[in-house]
């Protein structure tokens, strides 16, 4: 609540021009030492308190900050407190050395608290006692000064010079310099808008404590009696120390002290029976450790809550990054688990788990889960090789390629890394699944051999028919057999480079859609795969019911029931009751023509339902059946895609396989963006 004035207030303090501010330290400076000169010892003429001292110091302090200010700040002092002590009656040698004794003492005194304190201020008791110390060094230096301008001018003697100042001037520079200091943090600090630190207490408080102090003060010092009991003031210190921000308490102490001096030096409370010059050196001090009292108290209390404040803080976001790493690892593609020196699980994540089954507190059970863990060799994983037990031993595994196979016969690949923990404090397994990379090596290299063969086989058949052909006496008829297996080879080797050739094409293609003939089509395709088969090979049943539309491009339909009508003889039975079923239906939910193409063969196990479709994948079942580049039911599925639909496969019960392809009945079927083909080529075509 108010905050927002506070802030608005410390704004336009620290806004103001650096000469307002330098005026408003010389007014008060002026003020404090007329204050000081006001309250002297009769003996020596000289000040009993000197406020001004710090009030120097802090202008210096403030000027600190450019080397013009700081010149302002002990220039512009000059004059002041040489007026003010030529005013109220200082002989000249004594103002000349108050002067110059107090100029230096400040100078030292700001240089040293920039040395000393870097952040110039009071935060903590260091800061206090350090600023203690810097006073008594600087003023011991300033004393000495005026003690030498004051033999100069044949004055006192120097001890009686010397002590005075040093207390008045150190205690001054002591406790007004520190309220000062802390005053400025707290006007700074709001103004910068950071949340100022909360106050301990309710204002019903600080009037509480205010009440008992002038109370208290006013019984014990204020007394016609000089009974011995200033001490009884101390706990109301303690009081403010402990429940009050540092600034309020170092005020607290100031005006107390104020309180002190006023009835000390009107001649009343404990110390009246001293003379007046002990008396009020004697109150100083009470007043000074008072102060310090409840400085040091408020100060310590004020950094306690700081530390509370700062250790809640790095709690909070180490419990929140904590929550974010948590977050991330349980997202990661990666499995992560971790474990404890004794191999007991600390943390797992849903990947791991996925892949290894959920870890519970056997240690090293971990790769003996309903699975069998072999290497790439296929020999089983010794536990002497396994990498969590490794890994608590202090050894690193890197990249071990293991093979997960589980009882339900899938096997999973997974490269492991597993690594120590620093200071034996467990280790971490990291598995990746390699088993689509792996897969794909596996097609990719049976596809090269394939390749491989079906290109060198009929060359040498070539090479050897050639050969033969050049012989002169070679019976007709056995020229032309070879001839014939010439271009039976040749057909071979224009088969597999087309089939390439399709697949590479069949993405980027643009279509060219049409209404079809199916059933034309496919009759087509069977007439000539029965004429190609020859005489020699057992009949297949055909049945073709082909009478919904199909709305696509005729090359790509035709290389699609090409495809599956040769697969479905590929792969289907040899013994004469091979029967295959090409028919179509309506997709009720799309409105899109479904076509299946239906054997009675060897079928597709389960594990490959999903993957035959995938470029050069061949399930283990056909490979001794057929050749095969695997890339026939690849050309088939960007085929479908292209036209918007999809391909699948189910396995027929009582053995083989049913393709079905859904594709569009009609224009309004082909995916946004497919080309009205007629009206593009036409545009194409040149204007003249
Ligand atoms: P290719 O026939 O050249 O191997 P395809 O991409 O046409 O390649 O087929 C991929 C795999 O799918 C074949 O290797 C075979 O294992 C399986 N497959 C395809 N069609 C059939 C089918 N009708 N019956 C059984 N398996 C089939």
Redesign the pocket.
Known sequence: MNMGWGQAAAGRLTALPSWTVHAGFALLLAATAVFGRTITLESSNLALVWPAAAIHFLWAVWGLRSRRDLVIALIAAVPVLAAVTLVTGLGSALVAGVVLGSTVQTVIAAFLLRRLVPHVGVRNVGDYLRLGGIALVACSVGGLLVVGADALGGGLSPASVFVPWLIRHAVSLTAIGSLGLVLATAISVRASGTAAPKSRVRPLEHVLIAFVSIALYTTTFGADTALPISYIAIPVHMWAGLRLLSGWAMLHGLASGGILLFFTVAGRGPFQELDGGTAAYVAQSFMFIAFSLSAVLALSMDERQRLITGLYRANEEAEASAALRDLVISRMHDGVLVSGPDGRPVFQNEMSARWLGPWTAQPAEVWRRGYDVTTVNGEPLTDADEPLTLALQGVVTERLDLDLTHSDGHVVYLSVDAIPLPDEQGAVVVTRNVTDDRMYQRDLGRFASVVAHDLMTPLTVFDGWLEMLEDPDLPVAEQQASVARLQQASLRMRNLIRNLLVYSLAKEERLAPSHLDVTDIVEGIIDLRTALRGRDVPLVRFHVRTAHPVYADERMFLQLVE?LVG??L??GRTDGTAEITVATSLDAATGRTLISVR?N????PEADLER?FDDF???EN?LGR?S???????ICRRIAVSHGGSISVANVPGGG?EFTISLPAGPDHLPAGVAQTDADDVSMVPAH
Do not use: E, F, S
Not at 601 to 604: E, F, K, L, Q
Not at 628 to 634: E, K, P, R, S
């Open positions: 495809n697969n479905a590929k792969y054997d063969g060897i079928g597709i035959v994948h061949r399930a056909g057929a095969g580049t695997g890339l026939g039911l690849a396989a």
